[in-house]
């Protein structure tokens, strides 16, 4: 397992090195002139010449990313245009609130997801089975942002349960961990179903059914760990979206995370902060991919990792 990890690894590098181009390339591409707007409306066309050379953006654009590389490589992610802040201070400031956000949603999706779709795969075709699915189509189904803003109406404005924003305390994190991870949920919970109800026609519940095995032993203790597989790829997946999909619900709650950041970033024209959020996105979504590749090989040890 250890060369494939380095091997994974190695083969990040060059991976990183085509999305960095690819986002740079990208930005660069949005309409408007970051020197104008920091120069602002008044400013001279020689005062805003002097602020694209300062900002190299009077260079080609090749040689702007060759300089914006050499940043990276010594650990510079660059300043903050607005703000003159460097840039890895101002993602710094949010990232534990974004990571502790997305924790919290895939960590109650993955329990309750897990949980109904067991419930409708034991009680196939029953009323189990139909509540459990209805619950999993209305998740998948409601937009994340309508669902926040649901929830604001009913339990900050009419209730006043619950703050409307903000990452103050652990109740301002509840609103904005359902909006995210309700549809996450939703697509587990039809996941486990469906892998569930093929696992348990195989020959070895059969056979653990007839030494008189208990229900709950056939299901949590052999059935289920080997219908996890699919399960985890989904939830890898969906993972690797949430720091960069919490962009909207972040925005609903006004929650201080780095999808907010992202936003304002863009709206301002901030391209060094755009950059380096969609960079870490690129790679937590591999290093996600990484790690549920690895957990494959805990579910299922006929996986071999020998390549």
Do not use: C
Request: hydrophobic share 50%; net charge neutral.
């Amino acid at each position: 397992m250890g060369k494939y990890v380095i091997k994974r690894i190695i083969g990040i590098i060059p991976l990183l090195v085509v999305v960095s181009f690819i986002v740079f390339l990208f930005i660069h591409l949005i309409p408007g002139d970051p020197a104008r707007l920091i120069a602002g409306k008044e400013a001279t066309v020689k005062e805003i010449q002097a602020i694209r050379h300062e900002l190299h953006l009077d260079e080609p654009i090749f040689q702007q990313y060759l300089i914006y590389m050499d940043g990276l490589l010594h650990g510079d992610f660059g300043e903050s245009i607005k703000s003159h802040i460097p840039v890895m201070h101002l993602i710094g400031e949010r990232m534990l609130p974004s990571i502790e956000l997305s924790l919290l949603s895939m960590g109650w999706a993955l329990v309750f997801g897990i949980l109904i779709g067991v419930l409708s795969a034991v009680f196939k075709n029953r009323w189990p089975d139909y509540g459990g699915m209805v619950t999993a189509v209305s998740g998948i189904s409601l937009p994340n942002f309508w669902l926040g803003l649901v929830m604001i109406q009913l339990f900050s404005v009419q209730l006043g349960w619950l703050p409307t924003g903000g990452a103050d305390s652990w109740k301002g994190y509840i609103m904005p961990s359902i909006a995210l991870g309700a549809g996450i949920m939703a697509m587990i919970a039809r996941f486990t179903r469906s892998s569930l109800v093929q696992t348990l026609k195989e020959d070895f519940i059969r056979t653990g059914r007839s030494r008189g095995l208990s229900s709950m032993t056939i299901v949590f203790g052999h059935a289920l760990k080997s219908s996890l597989i699919p399960v985890v790829t989904v939830a890898g997946l969906q993972f690797g979206f949430l720091l960069g999909g919490s962009v909207v619900v972040e925005t609903v709650f006004s929650f201080p995370g780095m999808g907010r950041l992202l936003i304002d970033s863009i709206q301002l024209r901030d391209y060094p902060v755009v950059q380096a959020e969609l960079l870490l996105f690129s790679f937590e979504f591999i290093l996600v991919n990484l790690v549920v590749d690895l957990l494959y090989g805990f579910l299922n040890p006929k996986i071999s990792y020998e390549t």
